[in-house]
């Protein structure tokens, strides 16, 4: 049976995704809201989906990831001022992981950005109000002229060892030429749409973004009808393979209130840059010089098995004192082990350094580790 949309308090404020009735086919087992959205988070037990991402292919509605699109004469200039990471570096067709950072170097976001031609950029967005905060910068830059708007457009992935397999027989070999972070046209079932070689799994993966999204439900069915013989499943987020991956869920292991540099993310800002061309440039030269005074780490937590992902951020205590906090962690059934990351003290960030957790199934011991946990040349997504 569908899931039960009266279990969800709804209203003309929260959409459905243009993909709601193709994935109600599929009995999806909850939902949760995201930028405004109805998102289908499971369809099956969350071990059972990471196995799946593991082994074949798994197709997951993303289309809550809302683009927010700047283009106009002075699309550039104004992309640019948004993040401290060098677009001039990144070729129409081509895909790059960026940060939305402020004046103060907080991260506003950490979309992936897709530029769609010299002066049109996609930046697509994790749950946050990033739009109102560069419609809000552009008051600040009256004399660019700039449209900043959400783009009509909804993104699935299409993630897993099979998933070139399957693109293949949707959109013939030439596909496989996509090059890691780039994108082009194609279309799906009669529809056009947008492909990249990009993905929130780190696992081999495309992203497929629909244009004309009334057609959302037909593209969602031809590629599960193409999928069946590869073993396709309908899933949600891989929370155990994203940890794995050591890949950061805005709001929930970073915020507006941390910068790229206690982050360990320093590899996306470009110093070469001028202060004038991104807001966020002068704050965070100030922090390099200074120094930050805590970090975000991985840990491998003892004892049994964590029940599920956790709801809350788990206080890492020295005696009765907390120094920091658990924002992500999950039971690694491949790995065996309970693993997650924590924000403490840079004096407790080093390899090795043990910490004391508190959590909802009694106080864990942890250790301080190498991320990413599995893959830590992220040679996988690339292959």
């Not at 170097?105 to 979309?111: E, K, M």
């Not at 049109?120 to 560069?134: H, K, R, V």
């Not at 590629?223 to 991956?245: K, L, Q």
């Not at 950061?248 to 061309?277: C, H, I, K, Q, S």
Request: proline residues 6%; contains cysteine; negative net charge.
């Amino acid at each position: 049976m569908a899931f039960d949309m009266s279990l969800v308090q709804r209203g003309a404020r929260n959409r459905r995704t243009p993909y709601y009735e193709a994935t109600q086919r599929h009995d999806p087992k909850g939902f949760t809201v995201y930028n405004h959205m109805y998102f289908p988070i499971r369809f099956d037990t969350f071990e059972n989906e990471f196995d799946a991402l593991l082994n074949d292919v798994t197709l997951w509605d993303v289309s809550v990831e809302r683009c927010l699109e700047i283009s106009g004469p002075d699309g550039f200039t104004f992309a640019q001022l948004l993040t401290p990471r060098d677009l001039s570096r990144c070729a129409v067709g081509q895909a790059k992981y960026v940060l939305i950072c402020d004046s103060d170097g907080g991260i506003v976001n950490d979309p992936v950005l897709t530029r769609m031609d010299e002066t049109t950029f996609w930046f697509a967005l994790a749950s946050s109000d990033a739009l109102l905060f560069a419609r809000g910068l552009k008051n600040a830059y009256p004399d660019l002229d700039v449209t900043i708007e959400e783009a009509d457009v909804a993104p699935l992935q299409v993630q897993g060892p099979k998933s070139k397999p399957l693109m293949v027989k949707l959109l013939g070999e030439e596909i496989l030429d996509l090059r890691y972070y780039f994108w082009r046209h194609a279309e799906i079932a009669g529809v056009p749409v947008v492909v990249t070689r990009t993905g929130w799994t780190s696992e081999v993966g495309y992203e497929v973004y629909t244009i004309d999204t009334s057609r959302g439900n037909e593209v969602y069915g031809a590629i599960m009808e193409a999928g069946a013989e590869f073993g396709i499943r309908p899933t949600g987020p891989s929370d155990i393979r994203r940890i794995e991956g050591a890949i950061f869920n805005w709001g929930a292991d970073m915020t507006y209130e941390n910068n790229p540099l206690e982050m360990g993310l320093e590899r996306l800002v470009d110093w070469d840059l001028p202060d004038e061309a991104s807001i966020s440039l002068p704050a965070l030269r100030r922090i390099r010089e200074e120094g930050v005074s805590r970090r975000i780490v991985g840990v491998e937590f003892d004892g049994e098995p964590f029940a599920a992902l956790n709801d809350t951020k788990w206080p890492v205590v020295d005696g009765q004192e907390r120094i920091g906090k658990v924002t992500s962690a999950i039971y690694s059934p491949r790995l065996d082990k309970n693993i997650g990351f924590a924000w403490v003290p840079v004096a407790e960030s080093a390899l090795g350094t043990k910490l004391t957790v508190r959590t909802e199934w009694g106080e864990r011991n942890g250790v301080v580790v190498e991320m990413p946990f599995v893959d830590p040349n992220k040679q996988i997504p690339v292959s």
